[in-house]
């Protein structure tokens, strides 16, 4: 995996090289996915998922079979968005899914034409009380239910702060769809940059910027752990890049 990393050849990994590796492998780990599902819901082998296909081998026996009027609510509240989603995702407009629009539908938040989904679709899972924005209580409870009624932990109280310091950039108490965006699809972060210095700066013996294949294997548990090895499962695999 170093040789395949190291583009130049050089016998050094830098930070660019291992940026361009976590992405591919991003990419890849992605594809893969929609390649596992995609017979799944290509019913009738014409290589597209139809939207009807989709629903049918997703909701069909749910809409049809289930007594549970709970059950049926859920689903029948999951199916809009579905839809919504997937006609989002088909650029066409054929309401039928070619594999990369079917890969959009799957994995918006790969996509620039499919981050106001993600937005909205974030909206809609922590806004309680519908009012259109995140207040910071339904921000708390997302990520913490005080069931016992106690004093809330020292990480909630720094979330908090952190809403009001840097998820609020208006300052008017809630964050609307452009605050949100900018929470959870940062502009001016980079996965894969982030993750790429930070092997870096942990296996960098010699402080030189770059590594060299005996600095990674010293160091080996932290890129089992890393994006770069697909959590260690590119070891055991047998591939060519």
Known sequence: IVDRIDDNKDGYLTTEEL??????????YIYENVAKVWKDYDLNKDNKIAWEEYKQATYGYYLEEFQDA?????????????????????????LA?????????????????????????TLEDIDKNGDGFVDQDEYIADMFANEEGGPEPDWVITEREQFADFRDLNKDGKMDKDEIQHWILPQDYDHALAEARHLV??????????????????????FVGSQATNYGEDLTRNHDE
């Not at 940026?19 to 890849?28: D, E, G, H, L, S």
């Not at 029948?76 to 579905?82: A, F, H, V």
């Not at 989603?85 to 407009?93: E, H, N």
């Open 19 to 28: 940026k361009t590796w976590i992405k591919r492998v991003q990419k890849r």
């Open 70 to 94: 709970t059950d049926q609510h859920s689903f029948k509240k999951m199916l809009p968005r579905d839809e919504r989603r997937f006609k989002t995702a088909d650029l066409d407009g054929d």
């Open 97 to 121: 899914a070619t594999r990369e629009e079917f890969t959009a539908f799957l994995h918006p938040e790969e996509f620039e034409h499919m981050k106001n989904i993600v937005v909205l679709e």
């Open 201 to 222: 700066y942990e296996s960098d013996a010699d402080k030189d910027q770059k590594l060299t294949k005996e600095e990674v294997l010293d160091n080996w548990n932290m």
